[in-house]
């Protein structure tokens, strides 16, 4: 990561450099206007080219034929979800090749990529096993354990292309190459259960110890623990020294930055069953799993660790887990295997799915339902809150402000058949359709009134003139002011950098011929910064005696306010700067 860095920084820096050396180029005469407009494309041409490659090589690519891979068979799998029965489920895929998988396909599901992720869910995600980070502002799905299935409430998982080896999930239907799966544990977007829940430490690095707490905190201290972790029974290296640091974390040393490098990690089942995986490494390449006696391999992607379904084993059985670099790279290792206890997390989903929540509509912004509520206890939600959500329980608002495991909606509920509904309005929201409707109101009444557009329009039309002098025969002004002090914007911005900067006469006269560049040339700007500095000076005296008035701004002229002058003060030190010009 410290070489990436370093690379970032020192480019930028380069380009930085390159972009200032033609720009000084061009502000010492030696490179005509023209050449430096010619330079500046290339520039960021080449600029952009680069960063384009460093990113390929960094993130690398999807094909858009991938994209679109079964598309129609996946619709037609996606509408059955919400034809089954009126219960409410989301729904994932089983190999997430994309981050937004339930926006393409239209789908109700967990994983997102945006820039204005939740960062609290990010975080909760990443603590339960969930591939993300809320540095990289995304969470995506990987078909993982029942427990976390439950907590999300996916219901129905798709595979693509290939069936789904996983007793968790019943096949309900197929369309072409992927099958549609159903979970044999659906738990609600909503559920009861015990006030223990608010003792979850949902904290722990280790995604099981997190997830083996969350059942003990469900089953009110019942169980304490769902799954058995698994020591590894060899570690090797190539181009690598590992020193583990015990709890699954090895960290890494490098031995030759010229060769590729490679960590195998050797598990063995203890038990016949499903074998769970937790792994995260640094900067690797690729990472797989593979089973003895069996060519297939599992492939893990690599950035972000998360919680992987690795099959049914039997006792005894080898698998390897291979972990690649490229050259010149390496990093730490975090790596758990655990096994699952079956019978206890039947007996918890038996707890947890007694009073879960029957949704009766739902909508992008809105899920209504009720619920029966055996006992006295917590009602959570798999809902990540933000500002905007509304909860109501039997008609009447509640606050939310306690959220299980950081992030979660929830609120406390008595026995008996409860009423939820749950909105979302953004805000602002109202505040907003209120400006943008009365700007609309005031656009249109003004482009449909050509009376008062017209004299709108000549008032804007007409120039400034403050003297108090009448008109000629022919109507027109006798006296403009901008005759008389030149450009209001060259006044202007005389009057801002002499006073409120208190730049000397050279640098103001640069400024104004950088900034006004084309629109007024040399002369015009030096002759109207000396009458600039002839008339600040000859009209002191009546600034001396302005009467009271408010100050608008950043300065004022006013001799009760932030202004010293004497009525007397003569300009030639500043007529005589400009004069070398």
Partial sequence: HIKDLDLFVYSGLAWLALYVAILILYKKGRLPKNLLLILTVILLTCEMASNTCTSIDQVGTTQRSNYYANEADIAKLVKKTEGTDDRFGRTEMNDN??????????????????????????????????????????????????????????????????????????????????????????????????????????????????????????????????????????????????????????????????????????????????????????????????????????????????????????????????????????????????????????????????????????????????????????????????????????????????????????????????????????????????????????YEAASSAPALQAVLLDILDTPVSPELLPADENGQIAQKTEDLVGPYELHDFFLYYAIRCAFPPKKVFRLAEYVFNGEYDHDTILKWLKNFYRRFFSQQFKRSCVPDGPKVGSATLSPRGDWRMPSDAVATLWQQELEDL
């Avoid at 096993?129 to 354990?145: H, I, L, M, W």
Wanted: with cysteine; aromatic share 8%; net charge negative.
């Fill in 97 to 442: 090749y994309i981050l937004n998988c339930p926006a393409m396909y239209h789908y109700k599901g967990i994983s997102q990529f945006s820039s204005s992720l939740n960062a609290n869910a990010t975080a909760l995600m990443e603590h339960i096993g969930v591939e993300g980070a809320p540095d990289k502002n995304r969470f995506n799905y990987n078909q993982t354990d029942p427990v976390t299935n439950a907590m999300l409430n996916i219901r129905y998982l798709i595979g693509k292309n290939l069936p789904i080896d996983d007793s968790d999930f019943k096949q309900i239907a197929k369309s072409g190459n992927s099958r549609l799966y159903e979970s044999i544990y659906p738990l609600s977007i909503g559920y009861m259960t015990a006030d223990t829940i608010r003792t979850w430490n949902y904290e722990q690095e280790n995604p099981f110890m997190v997830l083996d707490d969350y059942v003990r905190a469900v089953t009110q201290n019942k169980y304490t623990s769902v799954f058995t972790e698994i020591e590894p029974v060899d570690v090797s290296a190539a181009n690598i020294e590992l020193s583990s640091t015990g709890d699954g974390m090895w960290d890494s040393t490098l031995k030759n930055e010229t060769k590729k490098s490679k960590t195998i990690l050797t598990y063995q089942a203890q038990q016949t069953g499903k074998q769970y995986l937790f792994i995260e490494a640094d900067d690797a390449d690729a990472i797989t799993v593979s089973q003895e006696k069996k060519d297939d391999k599992i492939e893990i992607r690599n950035d972000c660790g998360s919680i992987v379904n690795l099959g049914e084993m039997d006792s005894g059985t080898e698998f390897t887990v291979t972990i690649e670099y490229k050259e010149g790279k390496g990093g730490s290792v975090v790596s758990h295997v655990c096994t699952m206890d079956e019978a206890v997390w039947q007996d918890a989903y038996k707890m947890l799915s007694a009073s879960m929540l029957d949704v009766t509509d739902y909508g992008d912004s809105c899920l209504k339902g009720t619920i029966d509520v055996q006992e006295d206890g917590v009602f959570v939600t798999s809902v990540p809150y933000e500002a905007g959500w509304k909860l109501k329980v039997d008609g009447h608002t509640r606050e939310i402000n306690e959220l299980i495991g950081g992030a979660w909606i929830s609120t406390s509920l008595s026995a008996g058949e409860h009423q939820i509904e749950l909105s979302f309005r953004p805000p602002g929201l109202i505040a907003g359709l209120l400006i943008t409707l009365a700007s609309i109101v005031q």
